[in-house]
């Protein structure tokens, strides 16, 4: 359990580095990909504050801590910034739309938020993207999601 949490607490902070060099680093060749790594960092650390939240329930409330579980704590956060690099792109291409007020000065925050919550909540995002590609181009859900085996941690 302690090597968990060691290694999700790292996991944060290489993404919040990641973070740190796309909003201090400045440079040119890094400007058209900054805001993409901001929402797949901001993705992933929504991964690790769920796997984070998962580590106390499952030790300290429930008392059921289960070595099985090991390779989803290993994973959820390294899906969860795929998760948050894809709502970028699905919010790039037009296919999800947020639905809260314009302001000049917040433009990408809704780009952020929606890479958080993608981040911590996968398999919700996946099952609305999965209706996305189905509304749009007919493509059949997984077989995951059509038999609630999504497996959330208990």
């Given at each position: 359990?302690?090597?968990?949490?060691?290694?999700?607490?790292l996991v944060?902070?290489g993404?919040?580095?990641?973070?740190?060099?796309f909003?201090?680093?400045?440079?040119?060749?890094?400007?058209?990909?900054?805001?993409?790594f901001?929402?797949a960092?901001?993705?992933?650390m929504?991964?690790?504050v769920?796997c984070?939240?998962?580590?106390?329930?499952?030790?300290?409330?429930?008392?059921?801590?289960?070595?099985?579980?090991?390779?989803?704590?290993?994973?959820?956060?390294?899906?969860?910034?795929?998760c948050?690099?894809?709502s970028?792109?699905?919010?790039?291409?037009?296919?999800?739309?947020?639905e809260?007020?314009?302001?000049?000065?917040?433009?990408?925050?809704?780009?952020?938020a929606?890479?958080?919550?993608a981040?911590?909540?996968?398999?919700?995002?996946?099952?609305?993207?999965?209706?996305?590609a189905?509304?749009?181009?007919?493509?059949e859900?997984?077989?995951?999601?059509?038999?609630?085996?999504e497996?959330?941690?208990?």
């Open positions: 359990m302690l090597l968990i949490v060691i290694y999700l607490l944060t902070v993404y919040l580095a990641v973070l740190g060099i909003v201090v680093e400045q440079s040119v060749w890094l400007e058209p990909y900054r805001v993409g901001i929402c960092a901001i993705g992933g929504g991964g690790c769920y984070l939240r998962g580590v106390y329930l499952s030790v300290s409330v429930r008392r059921n801590w289960s070595r099985e579980w090991y390779i989803w704590y290993f994973l959820r956060p390294i899906v969860s910034a795929i948050g690099a894809v970028y792109v699905f919010l790039r291409a037009g296919l999800l739309i947020l809260s007020g314009t302001r000049p000065d917040a433009s990408e925050m809704g780009f952020y929606l890479a958080f919550i981040g911590l909540n996968v398999d919700k995002f996946v099952s609305k993207i999965e209706d996305i189905q509304a749009v181009w007919g493509i859900k997984s077989r995951a999601s059509k038999t609630g085996n497996g959330e941690q208990k």
